[in-house]
């Protein structure tokens, strides 16, 4: 599986970004899909998940209430749509899927998101 996340950019704070990882190689349809960040200096953190029927999803608490994760299976693609962004959001975003048969994880490279205050 190869991810491919893009969608990051310069925005003030207030704003909004979606930002998209779309998977090639396989159908993640099965796959559980997450979003990481790790900020400078910092360790990558969880942000968001959504489970293969998206039908569950999880957010981090930083995060809730203002970013929200979907999928789109027939586009093999799961988003995370951020509004009310903070300067606090600032981070490189990784994608991740997770194999629901082995475990096995696939990470995207990253989509730079800056919010400027």
């Known amino acids: 599986v190869q991810l491919q996340a893009s969608g990051g950019g310069l925005v003030q704070a207030g704003g909004s970004l979606r930002l998209s990882c779309a998977a090639s190689g396989r159908t993640v349809s099965m796959y559980v899909m997450g979003w990481f960040r790790q900020a400078p200096g910092n360790e990558r953190e969880f942000v968001a998940a959504?489970?293969?029927?998206?039908?569950?999803?999880l957010h981090a608490d930083s995060v809730k209430g203002r970013f929200t994760i979907s999928r789109d299976d027939a586009k093999n693609t799961v988003y995370l749509q951020m509004n009310s962004l903070e300067p606090e959001d600032t981070a490189v975003y990784y994608c991740?899927?997770?194999?629901?048969?082995?475990?096995?994880?696939?990470w995207g490279q990253g989509t730079l998101v800056t919010v400027s205050s």
């Open positions: 959504i489970s293969w029927s998206g039908g569950s999803t």
């Open positions: 991740l899927a997770t194999s629901p048969a082995s475990g096995r994880e696939y």
